[in-house]
């Protein structure tokens, strides 16, 4: 892979911000899908324990299983931070001009041509969806690796996009059948 480019550069001011955007409402999130899904398995527990089946558990089971992705998807937005940590967010006061010359020899031409064909790339490798499972976006991942020259230049691109935007939507979703789980699981504890 080549060095870093233009676009890597971009990549590497962009993200960052995004990161730091996110950090709030993503542990909002997390803390809010952590205890519904608690809540559920602690209810679901005392059910467990109090019944003279196997079927007591079930709720049990179940609040282990939604309670998978919200773990997922704390370890990889963990993991983004730290990668993204030490990637500095740059204000840039001013515009800069490039004029391009007449001349092969000229670096800014060179420069530019270099970028053009790592945009090239990036965008034939975007076109090729290879992946069973959300191929837009893994292609959308490929391609934004080539454009920043690889995951040394992009830490944060070295993840598998899929399984943290899985993990969100079931973070999501573990919110509402949580606190749903553990009114039916008060009730049953209350019959």
Do not use: K
Not at 16 to 35: D, K
Not at 185 to 191: E, M, P, W
């Amino acid at each position: 892979m080549a060095g870093p480019t233009a676009t890597g550069d971009m990549l590497n001011r962009v993200i960052p911000t995004l990161v730091r955007v996110a950090r709030r409402p993503g542990a909002a999130l997390l803390t809010t899908a952590a205890g519904a899904v608690g809540l559920f398995g602690l209810l679901a527990a005392f059910l467990g324990t109090g019944g003279s089946t196997w079927v007591a558990w079930v709720p049990l089971a179940l609040a282990v299983l939604l309670a998978l992705p919200v773990l997922v998807l704390a370890v990889r937005r963990e993991r983004l931070q730290r990668q993204t940590r030490d990637l500095d967010v740059r204000v840039v006061g001013g515009s800069e001009v490039i004029v391009v010359g007449a001349g092969t020899d000229d670096p800014g031409r060179r420069a530019m041509e270099e970028e053009l064909a790592v945009l090239d790339d990036a965008a034939a490798e975007g076109t090729l969806r290879t992946a069973r499972f959300l191929p837009r976006l893994e292609a959308a991942q490929r391609a934004a690796r080539v454009a920043a020259g690889g995951t040394v230049n992009a830490p944060y691109l070295a993840d598998d996009l899929r399984v943290t935007v899985v993990a969100l939507l079931g973070t999501l979703g573990a919110i509402p059948l949580g606190l749903l789980g553990a009114f039916v699981t008060a009730l049953l504890l209350a019959a």
